[in-house]
């Protein structure tokens, strides 16, 4: 039984960073290999703010004649997000924060029911009205109940209060996301904590007759806020589809 980095290269296409507005990463050799999967990282964006994230083809490690793949992902606050903060300062009665939920039904990622929280004097769970009149640390309690309510809630998201802070992540962590607006971007300050772009690359999809044989990752439009990184895999010349339908597994090593 092979481990999975017997079968697989894992490199870094794009260093952590932050303050930096664009950025290209290195240049892989796809000699070797059949396929390379991109997953970009990002967090820090606030509400309006959007990165572009390329994946480019080049004829040697040092790009020469880079021409991109398909065309730029633009990755836009607020969207499908594994993992966003809302942060109080004296929301004011009517403004709202509308949660989508997305899961995976028949193995597609699918939107669910867009739910609308309202900022009200008291809380009323059954209406999804939290209170924004006790202060922030009571308003971001009672928004988490709201958030977190079995029946009136948002399905497959697990809301965490801390002071004035709420941390929204996923029960499952993998198994869904969630796009999230707030009415009033000051004093319901949404931040995202996880949101990831993927892009998969196959040789035949180069200009191999070319000599395009390498690949790499760039971003562009950064806000200063905002932090990324970016992983690339990439599969041996031999690979196939594996199944594991098994109930336990263990590793000796």
């Known amino acids: 039984m092979h481990d999975i980095y017997e079968g697989t290269k894992i490199d870094t296409a794009l260093q952590a960073s932050t303050g930096v507005t664009s950025l290209t990463g290195e240049w ?16 820090g964006q606030l509400t309006g703010a959007s990165m572009d994230f390329a994946v480019y083809e080049a004829t040697d490690a040092t790009g020469s004649a880079e021409a991109i793949l398909s065309a730029a992902i633009s990755m836009v606050q607020g969207i499908k997000l594994a993992k966003a903060s809302v942060l109080f300062n004296a929301i004011d009665a009517d403004d709202t924060i509308i949660i989508l939920p997305y899961t995976f039904v028949g193995g597609v990622l699918t939107a669910g029911t867009a739910l609308t929280f309202t900022a009200k004097a008291s809380e009323t769970l059954s209406s999804r009205y939290f209170d924004q009149a006790s202060g922030d640390n009571a308003t971001a309690t009672s928004f988490a109940a709201c958030v977190n309510n079995a029946t009136y809630g ?6 965490t209060a801390a002071t004035a802070t709420v941390t929204l992540t996923l029960t499952e962590p993998g198994e869904g996301l969630f796009t999230i607006t707030e009415s009033d971007v000051v004093k319901s300050l949404v931040t995202d904590l996880i949101q990831q ?7 035949q999809d180069l200009d191999r007759d070319n000599d395009f044989t390498y690949v790499g990752a760039r971003v562009a439009g950064v806000d200063a806020t905002t932090e990324f990184a970016c992983v690339l895999v990439r599969a041996m010349p031999g690979y196939g ?3 594991q339908a098994v109930a336990y597994s263990d590793d000796a090593v």
């Open 28 to 43: 892989y050799s796809m000699a070797k290999h059949a396929k390379a999967f991109f997953l970009i990282t990002t967090q």
């Open 154 to 159: 948002v399905p497959g998201l697990l809301a």
């Open 241 to 243: 589809p594996v199944n």
């Open 197 to 203: 772009a993927a892009f998969e690359v196959a040789v």
